[in-house]
């Protein structure tokens, strides 16, 4: 049965950094492309980043483009975010998953929160 551990997150200023690791327990993310989420407050979920199952394709949204990076470890099923530059719209709880949303199944998540 897969598992996902999301942590790294914590309160920040805005201009600081922070780095989220996944921890995949299971055999279901080594040939999927995986992707963080996040949800802030009364907003709804959304991708931030995407990687290709070899980790040499990625996709950022525009509000995070040239501030985060997307990377993998799939040999140790890990994956993670590298937030520079934060500012308080990225607040909220951040998840790791498929890129296509088709697993049904979230782990609690990570919180990041960003002050101003």
């Known amino acids: 049965q897969v598992q996902l551990v999301e942590s790294g997150g914590g309160l920040v200023q805005t201009g600081g950094s922070l780095r989220l690791s996944c921890r995949a327990h299971?055999?279901?993310?080594?040939?999927?492309?995986l992707a963080w989420y996040r949800k802030g407050p009364g907003k709804e979920r959304e991708q931030v980043a995407t990687?290709?199952?070899?980790?040499?394709?990625?996709y950022y949204t525009n509000s995070v483009k040239g501030r985060f990076t997307i990377d993998r470890d799939n040999h140790k099923k890990f994956l993670y975010l590298q937030m520079n530059d934060l500012i308080p719209e990225d607040t909220g709880v951040y998840y790791c998953?498929?890129?296509?949303?088709?697993?049904?199944?979230w782990g609690q998540g990570t919180q990041v929160t960003v002050s101003s």
């Open positions: 998953n498929l890129a296509d949303g088709r697993l049904g199944l």
């Open positions: 299971g055999d279901v993310f080594s040939m999927e492309n």
């Open positions: 990687i290709s199952s070899a980790g040499g394709r990625k």
